[in-house]
Structures are given as C-alpha cells and as structure tokens.
C-alpha cells in the first residue's frame, strides 16, 4: 500500500519523502509538547472578543466534522475513528485539555455547521481554496494532495489525458474540490454525498468516473484495496490540505502552535509514517 501511495503522489505532485524518527503512538496519545496558551475566560470579554479556545475549554468538548476518508478519517472494526486526521485530532484535543468528538457531515454545509456551533471545526482532508480560506479561520497548509480521476481498471488505456475524460459521466462529492475540477472541464456530473460514494457509483457502472483525492485513491483503489477494480488515470491539479475553524476563530493560531511543536518533536511525521503518507506532509 505504501509503495502504491509513494506512485500516486511521485506521478501528481512530485514529492519527496521525508524522515523522522518517534513514538508511533505519540501523536495519538500525546508528547512533550506544550498546553495551549489560549485565554482562560470569555466572561468579561464582548461575543466579537470571545475566544474560541476559551468556549471548547468550557465545554470540555472538540466538535470535529468530518467523512469517511481513508487514510486521513475512517474507522476500525471497534467503530473508532483513526487515520492521520482522527490522530491528530485526538492529540490537538489532549494539548487543548479537552475530550474530542468525530461527526459525521454533510460536506456541502460544513461552514453552516461551523456557524452554528454544531461542529467547531472541520479536519477532513480539506483542501484549501479560495472559497475555504474567505469562509472559515485556517491552519497553515500540512498536507499536499491532488484531484485524481477514477475510472474502472479494464477501461484505464482509453483515459490518460485530460482531453480524453472531459466526456465522462463523473460521480463527484457534493461542494468537493473534485466537483470544482469537473466543473472546470465542462464534464457532466452528478454530486454524491462523499468520496466513498463517488468510488460505488463507479464500481457499480451508475457513473463512468470520479474524480477524488489522490490521498484516498491511493488508499481504496486499485489491487489489494475495496476497489481492485477501479484504477486512477489523470491527476487535474496540486493542492494542500489545511484545518478550517469559524472565522476569527484563535483556535486556527492554536493548531498552527501545535503542529510546529509536533513537527519538531517528530510525533506529526511519525503520525504520517503510520498511515504511509509521510511523502505529502508539509514542513511546519
């Protein structure tokens, strides 16, 4: 699986790999790094003053919004949530101090669930566009990544350039970065509520292609994944992935705080190494 993902991101994004040495539990159970520094109190401070950090302390409580999305979100026969995302998550939650909590949502309303204290922040895999960046408070970048196409392995030879996909019938994730690259091509598609759809509509024959994140092909597609039948052809672009929060929020700070320490102290890339992607991780 390792060596199928060093092919996916070689062939898209042209990365190379990088090296640490850590604890492969560190970033999921903690490490030397630092508690967060945010304010202690929202009660004398005016709600355009109030710390987001300060109200997830208070609750006790991290909210993450997130889908199936192997092998940053997805879940393990006892039900919980692992991959490099879930991992994270979990770690920046011991370093806030407080308990985390995985939703599932709907992709396409994700800053509305942001908004309205649902979730309080959305760790997905999530690929910083302009859009993202206007709407919501974001890390810096940690994670590089690209639009792939998908398309059944027996059909793969007729679909190695761009020109030759754009008559494709695509399955794409509703509000998705792939639903922008189709859209770009001027291909016809039909908008699913995630990635792990997009790839059943295309195994099933209900859609000719998808387009998701290399990330995810590299985990589900192909020999020795669910979907040995299915291969990627063209990667459409090369982007990064980033964490959103509610605009304003001083949670985006706290995060960027705590990546550089993780970083440092090897856990991040340790955390990367176990799910084999430590080939698109961004220096922090």
Not at 45 to 56: F, H, K
Not at 130 to 139: F, G, I, Q
Request: glycine letters at 8%; aromatic letters at 8%.
């Amino acid at each position: 699986m390792k060596k199928i993902i060093a092919l996916v991101l070689a062939l898209v994004l042209c990365l190379s790999a990088l090296s640490a040495c850590s604890s492969g539990k560190k970033a999921a159970s903690g490490s030397d790094i630092p508690a967060s520094s945010a304010p202690s109190s929202n009660s004398d401070l005016t709600p355009a003053q109030q710390s987001d950090a300060v109200y997830v302390r208070e609750k006790g409580k991290l909210v993450v919004g997130i889908t199936e999305f192997e092998p940053m979100d997805y879940q393990d026969a006892s039900g919980a949530w692992i991959g490099f995302d879930a991992d994270m998550a979990e770690a920046f939650g011991k370093y806030l101090g407080v308990q985390v909590e995985f939703q599932i949502i709907d992709w396409d309303n994700k800053v509305m669930e942001l908004n309205g204290k649902t979730i309080d922040v959305v760790w997905n895999g999530m690929t910083l566009t302009d859009e993202v960046k206007s709407a919501m408070e974001c890390s810096n970048a940690y994670c590089n990544n690209a639009q792939v196409v998908i398309v059944p392995a027996d059909k793969a030879a007729d679909y190695q350039t761009v020109d030759s996909v754009k008559g494709l019938a695509f399955a794409v994730e509703s509000g998705s970065a792939g639903q922008a690259e189709v859209a770009a091509l001027g291909a016809s598609y039909t908008e699913v509520a995630d990635q792990a759809t997009a790839l059943l509509e295309v195994s099933s024959g209900t859609s000719e292609a998808a387009v998701i994140d290399a990330l995810m092909a590299a985990a589900m597609v192909g020999e020795g994944t669910s979907y040995a039948n299915l291969t990627y052809t063209v990667g459409l672009n090369s982007e990064e992935y980033g964490v959103g929060f509610r605009k304003g929020s001083d949670l985006a700070e706290e995060l960027n705080k705590f990546f550089a320490a993780a970083y440092a102290d090897g856990s991040m890339i340790e955390c990367a190494e176990k799910y084999g992607i430590q080939a698109a991780l961004i220096a922090q």
